[in-house]
């Protein structure tokens, strides 16, 4: 069984737009959450995590090193995107959402929402936030 968790990036300065995509494999925090704080710190690297649209495991790499990553054969710690690495059609399903409202960000397992103004990542589960010591702790563990 998968652990679901969307990624998503606060579009604006004091703006209440998320735009994220979903992670279907390892969203807990001691894997994808360990990820995020470590290797995705700055909001460039984390607009180019979204454009990728939802992908099936979140990688300490962005992009392969070579032609012969793929879905079925993935380079070691390399996100893997449906669309670049599947091969998906580019459809609504798997592009970045949009949205106003955390409803619809927040209905899933986990949640990682990165603050571009303060380069800090905010982690929700369905029942509540964790505090920054909370998220720190399952990181490390």
Same mark, same amino acid.
């Given at each position: 069984?998968?652990? &679901?968790? &969307?990624?998503? #990036?606060?579009?604006?300065?004091?703006? /209440?737009? #998320?735009?994220?995509?979903? %992670?279907?494999?390892?969203?807990?925090?001691?894997? !994808?959450?360990?990820?995020?704080?470590?290797?995705?710190?700055?909001? /460039?690297? !984390?607009?180019?995590?979204? +454009?990728?649209?939802?992908?099936?495991?979140?990688?300490? &790499?962005?992009?392969?090193?070579?032609?012969?990553?793929?879905?079925?054969?993935?380079?070691? &710690?390399?996100?893997? +995107?449906?669309?670049?690495?599947?091969?998906?059609?580019?459809?609504?399903?798997?592009?970045? +959402? !949009?949205?106003?409202?955390?409803?619809?960000?927040?209905? !899933?397992? @986990? +949640?990682?929402?990165?603050?571009?103004?303060?380069?800090?990542?905010? %982690?929700?589960? %369905?029942? @509540?936030?964790?505090?920054?010591?909370?998220?720190?702790?399952? #990181?490390?563990?």
């Amino acid at each position: 069984m998968s652990t &679901n968790a &969307n990624i998503g #990036i606060i579009a604006k300065q004091n703006s /209440s737009t #998320i735009v994220w995509i979903r %992670c279907h494999w390892d969203g807990y925090p001691a894997s !994808v959450g360990k990820i995020l704080t470590e290797k995705y710190t700055e909001p /460039s690297k !984390v607009w180019q995590l979204i +454009a990728l649209g939802d992908i099936s495991s979140l990688g300490e &790499n962005l992009e392969p090193t070579t032609d012969s990553h793929s879905f079925e054969h993935p380079e070691e &710690n390399t996100t893997i +995107a449906y669309h670049r690495d599947r091969h998906e059609d580019w459809s609504p399903a798997l592009r970045p +959402a !949009v949205d106003t409202n955390l409803d619809r960000f927040l209905d !899933v397992e @986990y +949640a990682y929402l990165f603050d571009q103004d303060k380069c800090k990542w905010t %982690c929700y589960n %369905c029942l @509540y936030t964790l505090s920054d010591q909370e998220f720190e702790e399952a #990181i490390e563990s």
